[in-house]
């Protein structure tokens, strides 16, 4: 077999492996749009088609109509933003000193970040659950927002200290002799250097928030601060026995097609900003 042959039937394997992959990724997402657009009787057919015979948008309509949508919604935004805001700032700080400051037991803090990362929710949901009842911050915005900083900082604190890491010392030593002091360097320079860093672990951190399920469910007990997760779990039909699937599957587009743009947009920081510190120079 000849060296052209070997690489024509690579570049197909391998042309088809990608397909294959793309279908298996994009599918899940597809269906749930059409399922969105079918009516009841459709979404039921025992012969379902790929696509709707007669497509309808009502499904997106009664999801606002029949329930508070809007406003899960508006508690997911307002949660995941603060969530995302409050972990950069805090990881970025905690990154930067990881990474550049002189210190004892630096492996040991960051096997310590790391191993935290790690740690199941589920093992302290109850005392979490206790903690923030004392506290008064069941049915709040804080009782969400301080156990999603404490599960997404840890990993936040990992990635950007990379970052940091392989950020070339002779700009900041440049802007020292210039006369800028460390904290004007961060914001001046470093920060800005590290704009697809900071993108990419923003929007893994807001992901993360936006689709948390256990903790919003344990403590938000009241419908109107339900996030989208938590709502979309409880919709239920006029009766018990009826299952509003195109209702479902219309929210969980609603909620996703958002995230799906924001991964278009800042794909290129997304991988550059991953990519940081995967090899060194």
């Avoid at 000193?97 to 790690?118: H, P, T």
């Avoid at 004007?184 to 920060?191: A, D, K, N, P, Y």
């Avoid at 924001?262 to 920081?269: A, E, G, I, S, T």
Wanted: net charge positive.
């Amino acid at each position: 077999m000849s060296t052209k042959t070997k690489k024509l039937i690579f570049k197909v394997t391998l042309t088809i492996a990608v397909i294959f992959v793309l279908i298996w990724c994009i599918f899940p997402f597809y269906w749930a749009v059409v399922s969105s657009l079918k009516p009841n009787i459709e979404l039921f057919d025992p012969n379902p088609t790929l696509i709707p015979k007669n497509p309808t948008f009502s499904n997106y309509v009664k999801v606002f109509a029949e329930r508070p949508f809007h406003v899960n919604i508006w508690n997911s935004i307002v949660v995941s933003g603060i969530t995302t805001l409050t972990t950069l700032i805090f990881g970025s700080f905690a990154g930067y000193a990881i990474a550049r400051l002189r210190m004892k037991g630096k492996a040991f803090v960051m096997a310590l970040i790391l191993s935290v990362s790690m740690f199941p929710q589920i093992s302290i949901l109850g005392s979490l659950f206790v903690i923030l009842r004392k506290l008064g911050m069941i049915n709040t915005y804080q009782g969400l927002i301080l156990p999603y900083v404490a599960i997404t900082l840890p990993l936040t604190t990992w990635i950007l200290q990379n970052f940091f890491r392989d950020l070339p010392k002779e700009i900041e030593e440049a802007a020292a002799i210039d006369g800028c002091t460390r904290l004007r360097t961060l914001f001046q320079i470093v920060f800005p250097m590290s704009a697809p860093g900071l993108v990419a672990t923003g929007l893994l951190t807001f992901i993360t928030a936006w689709n948390e399920f256990l903790f919003a469910f344990t403590f938000m007990q009241k419908p109107q601060y339900y996030t989208v997760p938590v709502a979309i779990a409880m919709f239920a039909g006029r009766t018990q026995y009826e299952q509003p699937w195109g209702q479902l599957m219309a929210a969980a587009v609603i909620v996703t097609a958002p995230l799906v743009v924001l991964v278009l947009v800042f794909q290129n920081r997304i991988i550059s900003g991953l990519s940081a510190g995967a090899v060194k120079a």
